[in-house]
């Protein structure tokens, strides 16, 4: 963008301030029944904001149900259990309209302090939100730029994190917070301070990104409408008339569009022939009848990391939406991006020439995802995707997940949600044993670990939590098997040392080598005589730290490890450049024992963030838990003092290229 940036005037929220004529007399029943409905706490005096059809509001992305798209809410009256279920999952609320009943965060006169520049003021006007905040878009000198005032008109994230945007006041383009809110932790984060990315790098702030980026998977059918390519053009000499056949992902992001399945069955003899039938309607697509392979493109559609192949290509989504259906073959219109088969086909090529830390920040060294909200990627390198020739027993999405609950399925649906729709019995060893039935008769005697311990488990073995996103880890949705030559040549955690924190890396290779004939690779001293995780908190690229350290907060690696030795280091996680490295230090600080009252700012000044963590190390010092362990593996020498001088010289080798994941 060039120029100085032109401001507009926003109206401002409407409020109800009339007062009713003197003449105008209320019966005593009429005080008395309104004075109990306050006592109730009914809103009989709140300010309401006039109702605005959705065609008719023009400061935001609408809802228009065109091209054979229904929505939802007319799939309701045949399907009421799924609509329920899904209803009650995280992907309705991918995208929402800021109202009353969305907005978690508390609008009420509230001061956001640190936001990387001047307070944030939020305020509440009836129904509506509103922002006082630094221009984005200034480019003049820093100490002059201006302050403006924007409503809030939608939300994204609902389940760790709600992104909240701002009307432009420029067409139906759309702008983003300078601050997140947190919802578990219910605060406020600077936006750039929730995303791992280098220390002094400014996170684009871009008029319209959700429009252009942000809509392709946050909506069902969504329309850019550009007039020209996204920031070919200053935003404001734009036309932008974006629209969407529904917010969040719905019911038709699945199974199609429903038009030509609504008017078919309409005649009820049809559709409950259909029922009792096993012929499927071919008027709308069930993901779930579909082979392994499309079914999974269904979910991959959005849990990829892909790019349009040509500009023409754009220019058609940008238009007439995306056009996949659920049932098409993915990559017929879209490039996935595999570099583990293909990272010197000619589109990566062009990738890593718009953008050279394309591969490295998405992506592990030999090709392996490593960002959350990309399971597709990880998936269709996995051996049981691959290698499997029998569609009942080839993994796909829905070998482990569902998107709807089924009637037999005894948890509450927001647990149901909370647990990534991971189907009944599936949240288990049984998602593995579905196929790999060889092992049912005696699984400790493959996992050399006791029943019921972590170590027993499939999921934690073969798919460890070494993806990142949203300031915590996620499991790797690569099915792999643990080797201690990831960890030496790939610098990615093996899932045995993410479990056993305070074992070495020889250790691990001892072990593999034992028991499943895991050849055992070259190894430096300090893979001999310091603990894994050590070498990754001092050594490792940020990426690496910020799991590194969300493990030590994950309950069956304190349990396999014990706790006592962690509080030293993850203090020095306090210290991390990386912003997102040191709320997740933090928050496992939290969760060790003694430690939950910890009061840190993870984005305050760097004064009062050394003076916690050098607070904590003199108070650990002096505690029976220093005294506990005294293993040199965890850089403490007998005496229970830490080895600084070791700790030196590893922090010297430490990966300090920028790293800017691409969550």
């Given at each position: 963008m060039t120029g100085r940036r032109r401001h507009r005037r926003v109206p401002p929220g409407r409020t109800s301030t009339t007062r009713p004529p003197s003449s105008l007399r209320l019966h005593a029943p009429t005080v008395l029944l309104l004075l109990a409905a306050a006592a109730l706490g009914l809103a009989v005096a709140t300010a309401r904001t006039p109702h605005v059809p959705e065609r008719d509001i023009t400061q935001r992305p609408i809802e228009v149900t065109t091209g054979g798209y229904v929505s939802s809410k007319t799939c309701q009256a045949c399907h009421p259990a799924e609509y329920h279920s899904w209803a009650g999952s995280f992907h309705r609320t991918m995208t929402q309209v800021a109202t009353p009943e969305t907005v978690r965060a508390d609008f009420n006169g509230t001061r956001v302090a640190n936001t990387h520049g001047q307070p944030m003021n939020l305020e509440r006007r009836g129904d509506e939100f509103w922002a006082e905040f630094d221009d984005p878009a200034w480019e003049g000198p820093e100490n002059e730029r201006p302050r403006i005032t924007r409503q809030v008109v939608m939300i994204t994230g609902s389940h760790h994190q709600n992104i909240y945007w701002y009307a432009t006041g420029h067409d139906r383009g759309v702008n983003i917070l300078p601050?997140?809110?947190?919802?578990?932790?219910?605060?406020?984060?600077?936006?750039?301070?929730?995303v791992l990315h280098p220390p002094g790098q400014s996170l684009p702030m871009l008029n319209g990104h959700w429009n252009a980026i942000c809509i392709a998977c946050h909506t069902t059918q969504g329309k850019?409408?550009?007039?020209?390519?996204?920031?070919?053009?200053?935003?404001?000499?734009?036309?932008?008339?974006?629209?969407?056949?529904?917010?969040?992902?719905a019911c038709e992001s699945c199974h199609g569009p429903a038009q030509a399945h609504v008017e078919a069955n309409r005649?009820?003899?049809?559709?409950?022939?259909?029922?009792?039938?096993?012929?499927?309607?071919?008027?709308?697509?069930?993901?779930?009848?579909?082979?392994?392979q499309r079914s999974s493109q269904v979910c991959g559609q959005c849990h990829s990391v892909w790019e349009f192949y040509d500009l023409p290509g754009e220019r058609f989504a940008n238009r007439e939406g995306l056009p996949y259906?659920?049932?098409?073959?993915?990559?017929?219109?879209?490039?996935?991006?595999?570099?583990?088969?293909?990272?010197?086909?000619p589109e990566i090529r062009a990738l890593v020439q718009g953008d050279p830390e394309f591969v490295r920040g998405s992506f592990w060294?030999?090709?392996?995802?490593?960002?959350?909200?990309?399971?597709?990627?990880?998936?269709?390198?996995?051996?049981?995707?691959?290698q499997a020739t029998d569609p009942e027993r080839t993994l796909s999405c829905f070998s482990c997940h569902g998107m709807h609950q089924t009637p037999d399925d005894p948890r509450p649906i927001d647990e149901w949600a909370a647990t990534h729709q991971v189907s009944t019995g599936m949240n288990g060893n049984e998602a593995c044993l579905q196929c790999h039935d060889s092992i049912r008769a005696d699984v400790t005697a493959h996992t050399r670990h006791t029943g019921g311990s972590s170590g027993n488990t499939c999921y934690n073995c073969h798919m460890p939590y070494t993806s990142y996103?949203?300031?915590?880890t996620v499991r790797s949705h690569t099915i792999s098997s643990p080797d201690v030559s990831e960890s030496v040549s790939l610098k990615r955690p093996n899932a045995c040392n993410l479990c056993h924190l305070d074992k070495t890396l020889s250790w691990t290779a001892d072990h593999l080598s034992e028991w499943y004939d895991t050849p055992r690779p070259s190894?430096?001293?300090d893979d001999t005589t310091v603990a894994a995780s050590l070498l990754w908190l001092l050594q490792g690229d940020a990426g690496l730290r910020a799991i590194t350290a969300q493990s030590m907060g994950w309950g069956p690696a304190q349990e396999a490890s014990g706790t006592s030795w962690m509080v030293p280091h993850l203090a020095e996680g306090l210290g991390d450049p990386y912003e997102a490295v040191r709320f997740i230090a933090a928050r496992s600080l939290r969760s060790l024992p003694g430690y939950g009252d910890l009061n840190f700012d993870f984005v305050g000044p760097e004064?009062?963030?050394?003076?916690?963590?050098l607070r904590l190390l003199n108070a650990w010092r002096g505690t029976e838990s220093a005294r506990r362990r005294r293993d040199p593996e965890l850089l403490v020498d007998r005496s229970g003092a830490l080895r600084v001088e070791a700790m030196r010289r590893l922090f010297d080798r430490r990966d300090r290229r920028p790293l800017f994941l691409r969550e």
């Open positions: 601050a997140a809110y947190l919802i578990e932790e219910q605060q406020w984060a600077p936006r750039s301070a929730v850019t409408a550009f007039d020209t390519p996204f920031l070919s053009a200053p935003f404001e000499s734009q036309t932008i008339d974006t629209t969407v056949a529904e917010f969040g992902i005649n009820p003899l049809r559709r409950y022939g259909l029922h009792f039938s096993d012929v499927p309607d071919p008027t709308i697509v069930l993901p779930t009848r579909l082979d392994p259906r659920p049932g098409d073959e993915l990559r017929d219109t879209r490039f996935i991006a595999q570099p583990s088969v293909d990272q010197n086909s060294p030999d090709g392996m995802i490593r960002v959350s909200g990309r399971e597709y990627n990880g998936l269709i390198d996995s051996p049981c995707f691959q996103g949203l300031l915590k190894l430096t001293d004064s009062e963030r050394v003076d916690t963590a």
